[in-house]
């Protein structure tokens, strides 16, 4: 798992790449673990892409893009930017 915390009160917009498929999540932590994610605690989802797009506004709070790779050679591509 990798994990990015997303700023509090932003527009989030990026993307997430990778030649092979992986699964992306949108999650609320205040713990900042990530193994045991409920469905409560999942706000958007992505899963078995080879690329994601993003495009919202975050909530005050901890939220974090969250990346499972099956595939632990695979290099990820993770870029994104906020602004309030």
Request: charge should be negative.
């Amino acid at each position: 798992l990798q994990a990015e915390r997303l700023p509090a009160g932003s527009h989030v917009t990026g993307h997430v790449r990778a030649e092979h498929p992986f699964s992306v999540y949108i999650v609320t932590s205040e713990s900042g673990y990530f193994e045991n994610v409920t469905a409560d605690s999942v706000i958007l989802r992505w899963e078995n892409v080879t690329e994601v797009n993003v495009d919202l506004i975050t909530s005050e709070g901890a939220q974090y893009l969250v990346v499972k790779n099956g595939n632990t050679g695979q290099e990820i591509e993770i870029a994104f930017s906020a602004d309030r």
